[in-house]
């Protein structure tokens, strides 16, 4: 897939019924037919945030802060300590009757900040109307969990029950039994569905898979829900999810922080997609996904903001600074190219969405103060939330 997207200078893009007809220069696309509204910036296509939870939203008092600079961090990868106090938050009732509005909020921010397609995983069903009037695509899954053999026979029945409409998806190797995984991604594979699962996010998780130990072990067992049906794979998340055949090409891959080289060729090979969230690995301390790697593997990541609980924005204008200030040397225009193609490549909607290009929507201006040509794609992606956008479809 190329990710170069040649400039246009003195652009234009024919549009019709909100959809492209053609993009080119404006001295060729002009007719006398056509109205024209004249736009002082970039014209560009609509950002892709690839995972968030939306129902999340009213936690935001979980997430530690916010993190503007890598030494703000101070959960230190601790992931077990950081879900433990959003559930604590979530059981206790905390602002649950805020719980739509909040959801609702956050969506609308999200496309003032210039997202038009998300990709939100919620736990309860009533999530997949959260937002739902927003002017944007948003594709909903149902996430589902159990790793003791209690909680996996139960899930396994609720998924029997959930409406074939609704697309299911796994929360994590360390937290969903091996046969609801295998079951939750024959599913997707029947309904021809994206199957996204937080995939290689933290040390912790790896030291789970590795060898069953260390603070997850303890939080499933603080929380009694662990036995002995959960067998530790000994490798990591990659490959222990490859080696449950559930690596395919509909298959995206959420986080992939920590990756060997070996599971990198296993993703390359099953064309799985992956998802980065640098800004909630930032606020989580959980390391940088190694995207030079992907990239040199010809594997263009989606970016994704997962949730308010960690991450103090869902600005994917910000996740693509994060990843910038996180990863030196990065090229601009390949990070532009994630919060867009490589998006759209990840939720399966490239044709009607990614790029400028005849039948696609959502084209967004990125208003700018002359900038140099060789200058755009910098500018783009190092702004974050300064960035001022506006939607022209
Ligand atoms: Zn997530």
């Known amino acids: 897939m190329p990710v170069r997207s040649p400039i246009i200078e003195d652009g234009a893009v024919l549009v019709e019924d909100g959809?492209?007809?053609?993009?080119?220069?404006?001295?060729?696309?002009?007719?006398?037919?056509?109205?024209?509204?004249?736009?002082?910036?970039?014209?560009?296509?609509?950002?892709?945030?690839?995972?968030?939870?939306?129902?999340?939203?009213?936690?935001?008092?979980?997430?530690?802060?916010?993190?503007?600079?890598?030494?703000?961090?101070?959960?230190?990868?601790?992931?077990?300590a950081w879900i433990l106090n959003l559930l604590n938050?979530?059981?206790?009732?905390?602002?649950?009757?805020?719980?739509?509005?909040?959801?609702?909020?956050?969506?609308?921010?999200?496309?003032?900040g210039g997202v038009g397609v998300v990709a939100d995983i919620g736990n309860n069903l009533e999530s997949v109307d959260f937002g739902s009037t927003a002017p944007c695509t948003k594709f909903f899954f149902l996430e589902l969990m159990g790793i003791?053999?209690?909680?996996?026979?139960k899930t396994l029945k609720l998924l029997t029950e959930?409406?074939?409409?609704?697309?299911?998806?796994?929360?994590?190797?360390y937290s969903t039994g091996v046969e609801l995984l295998k079951k939750l991604k024959d599913r997707c594979r029947r309904q021809q569905s994206l199957f996204s699962i937080h995939a290689a996010e933290s040390e912790d998780e790896m030291q789970f898979l590795r060898d069953g130990t260390g603070r997850f072990r303890t939080f499933l067992e603080e929380r009694g829900a662990?036995?002995?049906?959960?067998?530790?794979?000994?490798?990591?998340?990659?490959?222990?999810?490859?080696?449950?055949?559930?690596?395919?090409?509909?298959?995206?891959?959420v986080h992939g922080v920590h990756v060997t080289d070996e599971e990198i060729d296993c993703i390359v090979k099953h064309k799985s997609k992956v998802c980065l969230c640098p800004g909630s690995n930032r606020t989580l301390g959980v390391g940088t996904a190694p995207?030079?790697?992907y990239l040199d593997r010809g594997i263009l990541p989606a970016l994704g903001t997962d949730s308010l609980a960690s991450n103090p924005t869902l600005d994917i204008r910000r996740e693509m600074q994060v990843l910038m200030e996180e990863v030196p040397g990065l090229n601009p225009e390949k990070v532009f190219a994630m919060a867009t193609l490589g998006g759209a490549q990840a939720l399966g909607c490239l044709a009607n969405f990614g790029s400028l290009a005849s039948g696609k929507s959502n084209v967004l201006l990125v208003r700018n103060n002359g900038i140099k040509r060789n200058e755009i794609y910098e500018f783009l992606v190092t702004n974050g939330s300064m960035a001022e956008v506006e939607w022209l479809t």
């Open 89 to 112: 938050l979530r059981e206790g009732g905390s602002f649950e009757e805020k719980r739509s509005e909040c959801a609702h909020d956050a969506l609308l921010k999200m496309i003032a």
């Open 148 to 153: 003791s053999s209690s909680a996996e026979t």
């Open 226 to 253: 662990i036995d002995d049906a959960f067998r530790p794979p000994g490798t990591g998340a990659v490959a222990y999810l490859d080696k449950l055949g559930l690596l395919d090409a509909d298959t995206l891959l």
């Open 19 to 80: 959809r492209i007809l053609e993009v080119g220069r404006f001295a060729d696309l002009k007719s006398e037919t056509c109205k024209i509204c004249e736009h002082d910036g970039i014209i560009t296509p609509g950002l892709i945030n690839a995972h968030t939870h939306l129902e999340l939203s009213h936690l935001s008092a979980a997430c530690p802060g916010p993190k503007e600079r890598p030494e703000d961090r101070n959960i230190d990868g601790d992931i077990a």
């Open 291 to 293: 995207v030079m790697k």
């Open 162 to 173: 959930i409406p074939d409409a609704i697309c299911c998806t796994g929360h994590g190797p």
